[in-house]
């Protein structure tokens, strides 16, 4: 990002409002001037945003509690700890409780237990005073309540945990392995460990762990899936790197069924080219047997989403098959000071609507972006939402840039939303639908409060996409098109400049 200048250009303007049609409008284009006309379905509609107690530091994963009625997130760097907030009103999310946690330890995951009044949270240590392992909370349970949580028992790994899922139905929680052994005590940079770590809760006091799995390797993520009795790994690094399921029809003892290795496949070499690398994030279709994987590359070009066949077509769990790719709508190299992980996907989840596959992610700079998996074989970016809502008053996370900075996405059925998390502007609430995906002109899209005016801080919006390089959301121009999209910007700042 270019301060300089946009302090400059923004010191050319007043605070009056630029009138939204006096630039023209243009329609959705290709390469070359073509007018694109392949509809897309797809789209988010905001139902409430909260910025929570905002503490410094950032928020993190999100996750909604089976029943729809509350939604736990974690914090990365700070104080933050986690955050319960009651989703009773849709439209106004309030927080229930924020636990607080030391400056030296970072809950980057929460998970909801299948009993009501318990959650976990992960722990991973800032610096030599931090904590590593997982807290059970208690909110409601036995010990603690909705208002004053008590953590009433823990797992302890001083090298941290990452993230962890927990099981629909049994008292078993699994968690990442990375680069460590079992016990925790002794570092292991190959990564040659066994993957998943299962806990059984049943006293939640006293966590015990039950075994270790295979494969070896640093595992990312580990996903539950309620509908198939599997469980769904990300490896990212280390002696196995790639897609892992097991069979958890046992919750305590998983078999491994099948991989999907990145060993031997293409690294990524250009924007929209398929690539493997750094295997992040797994997560099932609900109803068919395809498997969506992300890859997160924080530098340089970045990781795109994958989907696998694993019974569709010709795929199977024992072997599955790639048959779709897609990056992030603006996806370019990740270069300079303020690009860290802007393009690069995260985490998601598929949802359907009247038969509609779509998938949601918290898809960082990109904000919450759908997809449309109509056809799994060609997945398209839809919609976006750029989740910068209260983003002048968030205290939020300097260490990673602008925002909009979203971590994740999940889609509860029993109430039919979805919830996303960005790292600096929190909590979202979102309706989605399989309508036709709106195509704006670039000046509808700016106007972000629909009242037919540019104001400055639309007007300063354009210059960031300008300075960027970026396209504008929602305006229907390729990924591959910017510059067209720089064009058409530097018209609304001309006009910007004139009409002063």
């Known amino acids: 990002m270019v301060e300089n200048t946009r302090r400059a250009f923004l010191k050319t303007l007043s605070a009056t409002a630029l009138a939204v049609g006096g630039v023209g409008k243009v329609g959705a284009q290709q390469s070359g001037g073509q007018e694109q006309v392949t509809a897309t379905s797809g789209v988010l509609e905001l ?49 229930a409780h924020r636990l607080p946690s030391s400056a030296s330890t970072r809950n980057a995951d929460v998970k909801f237990d299948s009993r009501d009044g318990l959650y976990y949270r992960s722990q991973e240590p800032n610096d030599d005073q931090g904590m590593g392992g997982v807290e059970v909370v208690d909110y409601g349970h036995d010990a603690g309540s909705v208002s004053e949580p008590e953590v009433v028992g823990r797992v302890d790994r001083p090298s941290g945990v990452h993230n962890m899922d927990a099981h629909y139905s049994e008292p078993v929680l699994y968690l990442v392995n990375s ?54 790994s990300a490896f990212i690094a280390g002696e196995f790197v790639g897609y892992a399921v097991h069979d958890i029809s046992d919750p305590r003892s998983p078999e491994l069924v099948g991989t999907f290795d990145y060993k031997y496949r293409p690294n990524y070499s250009e924007v929209g080219e398929v690539g493997f690398e750094l295997c992040h994030y797994a997560h099932p279709d609900p109803e068919e047997d395809l498997v969506i994987v992300g890859d997160e590359k924080g530098t340089g070009l970045p990781g795109g989403k994958h989907v696998l066949d694993v019974g569709w077509q010709d795929g199977s769990f024992e072997d599955p098959v790639h048959v779709g790719f ?30 509609t596959r779509l998938l949601v992610d918290g898809g960082y700079h990109e904000g919450a972006v759908v997809y449309d998996l109509s056809d799994p074989t060609n997945p398209v970016a839809a919609h976006q939402y750029l989740t910068i809502d209260g983003a002048e008053e968030a205290q939020g996370a300097d260490w990673i840039g602008d925002p909009p900075m979203a971590w994740g996405a999940n889609y509860n059925d029993e109430r039919d939303f979805v919830a996303v998390s960005d790292l600096e502007t929190g909590l979202y609430v979102f309706r989605v639908s399989d309508e036709e995906s709106p195509v704006r002109t670039v000046e509808e899209q700016l106007d972000r409060d629909g009242d037919g005016e540019l104001t400055q801080a639309d007007v300063q919006r354009a210059i960031s996409y300008w300075e960027d390089g970026e396209t504008v959301p929602n305006t229907g121009v390729a990924g591959d098109n910017v510059e067209m999209t720089t064009d058409r910007l530097q018209q609304v700042l001309r006009s910007a400049r004139q009409s002063q």
Request: proline residues 7%.
């Open 326 to 355: 897609v990056h992030s709508p603006n996806a370019k190299s990740q270069d300079g000071e303020f690009a860290l992980y802007d393009w690069t996907t995260h985490n998601h989840e598929v949802v359907y609507k009247n038969g």
């Open 47 to 95: 139902e409430a945003h909260s910025l929570l107690s905002d503490p410094p530091g950032g928020f993190s994963e999100v996750d909604v509690r089976a029943d729809g009625q509350y939604t736990v997130m974690g914090s990365y760097l700070g104080e933050g700890g986690s955050f319960l907030a009651d989703l009773s009103d849709l439209s106004n999310p309030t927080e």
């Open 179 to 232: 680069r460590v052994d079992d016990m925790g005590d002794a570092e292991n940079p190959s990564g040659s460990a066994p993957g998943i770590t299962v806990v059984d809760t049943s006293d939640p006091a006293n966590p015990e762990r039950v075994t270790t799995v295979e494969p070896l390797g640093s595992n990312h993520d580990v996903v539950v899936d309620e509908n198939r009795d599997m469980l769904h």
